[in-house]
């Protein structure tokens, strides 16, 4: 049986230590105004040894592909924002100096705009949620609101925004997700768990947008549904002989048998290995499911920004016959930034750590979600988490976004936010430190002007180590 300690230090059975009741759990929170203020979170002062963000960059790419790296590089030396993104080891070592209430949650620990978007529902209803879960761990909350606060700040200035619609933005957003917190208060954890952003949610967001972005959501929802299994045939796959085949479009996507130095025979072996030991972490309904599909072909395929570098495949597999095809992605996985301020994960496996935390974090996840720990083609030990590649994807266009259309997605991903962080943390306490002004609104704001200065002045930083050959950037892929 469990045994857990008193306030006496006493040890006694985890299900006969009372709970603290809700009164007592909103006292807490209001409690820690005093020893945090809310105004305190407007703090940021970067130290005279705050170290070297290229340096913090450099030491991720020991363990990642090196003739991948200045693809990454030149993805985030295109604008301060594409840097942001990329940058989350660099924020991390600074959020671990800002004031923290002591309140953890599930923290998505990358919890920028871009991450972000629409994906289906396992039964088949368009949901918006937090989609890249890489760096989540138990952590403090502030820190995913400090990001998305920041991001929008970021993002802002790349649109050209002035500083009045900027300020708005990051202060709606905010304000969405202590409103929302508030409201996840007074509610049951049950009513909590099953919250989710479906359309009906979207549309409440966009209620104040004009009829022609009303209609550019409309699209975007319709078009999501066409990002699907048979959308990805169509664009990854060809016919070689008469065999179906993914194409290869180098360095981007390259298929294994035309990687340098892996043997198509042991790579084919090897990922068959992959595919049966990712089995094992699924439900038997799911695993039933996969057991239908049969592996076709296998690509190494870049993803993203911060991702860059580190070893993404596609496996293209299918059913009956080539009308249904199954795209899975199986995306590797490293410690989380946060590990070095927040404490080590739990989990041995960072594929686990991964999947756990998205579970924890969003209402539905993805029916093929699992993890694998194997060894690469190189004799390393890797852990990787399992996905489909595509399942009714979309995504915001951040860079033609006026700020009215800004201001309603970062609404929206506050209240994703902090639904997220109410399954897993203590929403009562938060919501009562919150409290119902705007003092912890103001003071984001204030984080992000600040910390969205630090950004360009990295960003500089990089551009700088580029331009002097300590880095090598490949731009425009």
């Not at 070689?240 to 290869?248: E, F, M, S």
């Not at 976004?401 to 997220?420: D, N």
Request: charged share 25%; with cysteine.
């Amino acid at each position: 049986m469990t045994q857990v300690k008193d306030r006496r230090g006493r040890s006694r059975p985890a299900d006969e230590v009372p709970r603290p009741t809700r009164e007592q759990r909103a006292a807490r929170g209001r409690a820690v105004r005093a020893e945090v203020p809310r105004s305190s979170h407007a703090e940021f002062t970067p130290g005279a040894l705050r170290p070297d963000p290229v340096s913090a960059l450099e030491s991720q790419a020991a363990a990642r592909v090196p003739e991948l790296l200045p693809i990454r590089y030149g993805r985030m030396a295109v604008s301060a924002f594409t840097y942001f993104r990329g940058a989350a080891l660099p924020m991390a070592s600074d959020l671990a100096g800002t004031p923290r209430t002591g309140f953890t949650v599930q923290a998505c620990a990358d919890a920028h705009l871009a991450n972000f978007g629409l994906f289906a529902s396992p039964e088949r209803n368009l949901v918006f949620d937090i989609n890249d879960f890489d760096e989540t761990m138990p952590g403090p909350w502030e820190w995913d609101v400090k990001r998305l606060a920041t991001s929008l700040e970021v993002a802002g200035r790349d649109n050209h925004f002035s500083a009045k619609e900027r300020r708005a933005t990051v202060l709606a957003a905010v304000s969405a997700y202590r409103r929302a917190m508030r409201e996840f208060a007074d509610g049951t954890a049950l009513e909590v768990w099953y919250a989710h952003a479906d359309t009906s949610v979207i549309e409440r967001f966009a209620r104040n947008l004009g009829a022609a972005r009303r209609r550019t959501l409309s699209r975007t929802l319709a078009k999501a549904k066409t990002k699907d299994n048979l959308g990805a045939l169509g664009r990854f796959v060809g016919v070689d002989g008469r065999r179906p085949r993914i194409i290869g479009d180098p360095p981007l996507i390259v298929p294994l048998r035309e990687l340098d130095g892996i043997d198509p025979g042991d790579a084919e072996r090897q990922l068959r290995g992959v595919l049966d030991s990712y089995r094992a972490t699924l439900e038997p309904e799911r695993r039933a499911l996969l057991d239908q599909y049969r592996l076709v072909d296998f690509a190494r395929k870049v993803v993203g920004v911060g991702s860059v570098g580190t070893r993404s495949y596609m496996a293209f597999l299918v059913g009956d016959d080539e009308r249904d095809p199954l795209f899975l992605q199986a995306k590797e996985a490293g410690p989380s930034v946060l590990e070095d301020f927040a404490g080590r994960s739990e989990y041995d496996n960072a594929g686990q750590r991964v999947v756990v935390g998205q579970r924890l974090m969003q209402t539905v996840s993805d029916i093929f979600l699992g993890w694998v720990r194997v060894q690469g083609f190189d004799g390393q030990t890797r852990d990787f988490y399992l996905r489909q590649l595509r399942d009714w994807k979309g995504s915001a266009e951040i860079g033609v976004m006026v700020p009215k259309g800004m201001r309603a997605y970062g609404e929206l991903c506050g209240w994703t936010l902090a639904r997220a962080h109410a399954r897993t943390g203590d929403r009562i306490a938060i919501a009562a430190y919150l409290g119902s002004g705007q003092a912890f609104d103001e003071a984001i704001g204030d984080f992000a002007a600040s910390y969205a200065d630090q950004n360009e002045r990295d960003h500089q930083s990089l551009l700088a180590a580029i331009a002097a050959g300590r880095i090598s950037a490949e731009p425009g892929l």
